[in-house]
């Protein structure tokens, strides 16, 4: 009886020496089926790739789920939900008459973390400003269009940023996530002031003098206007 031996095909673009991962990068760059960010740079590819294997993700889903912002690496979309699911849950909550988002990370073995956010963090943070008298929200000092017309939902992914952060960076391994493009407030420009022209001491001293001079003139003697009592 033969013996029959069960072979399992399939078709995968892990690599295994950096010469065949350069090889598949160059491909993928040519392809029009990445995203446009990275056609036409396999180095970019590379590096996505290298990412999304730290991560947990296989090349194609990393290069979905990765992108470059402000010239950094950020991870976003249903890949980053993926992600914490493996590893908890993270229970959300709006609250409507408040304005503020609070949501709870429940994770094994680990305390539960919680983290709020809503529309007085975001203009105090300066992502939005606050009209009351129309009670509607406009630019703030970031000039972020996003913030001013998706606040509500800005501000979601503002709160599930800080508390994957706290209860998951294991999982995240440091990558940027969906959110944090604008932690940081660009810097303040400096401000421009005239130059103040200041006149010399030496003639404020001279004036000072001949005033001092004028009124010592004008003095009566003073052993004459002093009484002395015995």
Same mark, same amino acid.
């Given at each position: 009886?033969?013996?029959?031996?069960?072979?399992?095909?399939?078709?995968?673009? !892990?690599?295994?020496?950096?010469?065949?991962?350069?090889? /598949?990068?160059? $491909?993928? @760059?040519?392809? *029009?089926?990445? &995203?446009?960010?990275?056609?036409?740079?396999?180095?970019?590819?590379?590096?996505?790739?290298?990412?999304?294997?730290?991560?947990?993700?296989?090349?194609?889903?990393?290069?979905?789920?990765?992108?470059?912002?402000?010239?950094?690496?950020?991870?976003?979309?249903?890949?980053?939900?993926?992600?914490?699911?493996?590893?908890?849950? !993270?229970?959300?909550?709006?609250?409507?008459?408040?304005? /503020?988002?609070? $949501?709870? @990370?429940?994770? *094994?073995?680990? &305390?539960?973390?919680?983290?709020?956010?809503?529309?007085?963090?975001?203009?105090?943070?300066?992502?939005?400003?606050?009209?009351?008298?129309?009670?509607?929200?406009?630019?703030?000092?970031?000039?972020?269009?996003?913030?001013?017309?998706?606040?509500?939902?800005?501000?979601?992914?503002?709160?599930?940023?800080?508390?994957?952060?706290?209860?998951?960076?294991?999982?995240?391994?440091?990558?940027?996530?969906?959110?944090?493009?604008?932690?940081?407030?660009? &810097?303040?420009?400096?401000?421009?002031?005239?130059?103040?022209?200041?006149?010399?001491?030496?003639?404020?001293?001279?004036?000072?003098?001949?005033?001092?001079?004028?009124?010592?003139?004008?003095?009566?003697?003073?052993?004459?206007?002093?009484?002395?009592?015995?």
């Amino acid at each position: 009886m033969n013996n029959l031996v069960s072979q399992k095909s399939g078709f995968s673009l !892990i690599a295994s020496n950096f010469e065949e991962a350069m090889k /598949i990068a160059k $491909m993928l @760059a040519d392809s *029009k089926l990445v &995203p446009t960010q990275y056609q036409g740079h396999p180095e970019d590819i590379l590096i996505a790739c290298s990412w999304g294997e730290s991560l947990g993700l296989k090349p194609l889903p990393a290069l979905n789920a990765i992108a470059v912002v402000n010239g950094r690496p950020q991870l976003f979309g249903d890949a980053l939900k993926a992600l914490i699911m493996k590893h908890g849950t !993270i229970e959300e909550h709006w609250d409507n008459e408040n304005g /503020i988002w609070t $949501m709870i @990370a429940h994770r *094994k073995g680990y &305390p539960d973390v919680t983290w709020s956010y809503g529309y007085n963090d975001a203009i105090a943070a300066g992502h939005v400003s606050y009209n009351p008298q129309s009670n509607t929200f406009g630019l703030g000092a970031r000039k972020s269009d996003a913030w001013a017309k998706y606040t509500k939902r800005m501000c979601q992914l503002k709160c599930r940023n800080f508390v994957i952060r706290d209860a998951f960076p294991d999982v995240i391994q440091g990558i940027d996530i969906e959110g944090s493009d604008d932690d940081v407030m660009e &810097p303040t420009p400096e401000v421009q002031t005239e130059a103040v022209t200041e006149v010399p001491a030496i003639e404020v001293q001279k004036a000072t003098e001949a005033e001092l001079m004028e009124q010592m003139s004008n003095v009566t003697d003073v052993s004459e206007t002093i009484e002395v009592t015995v």
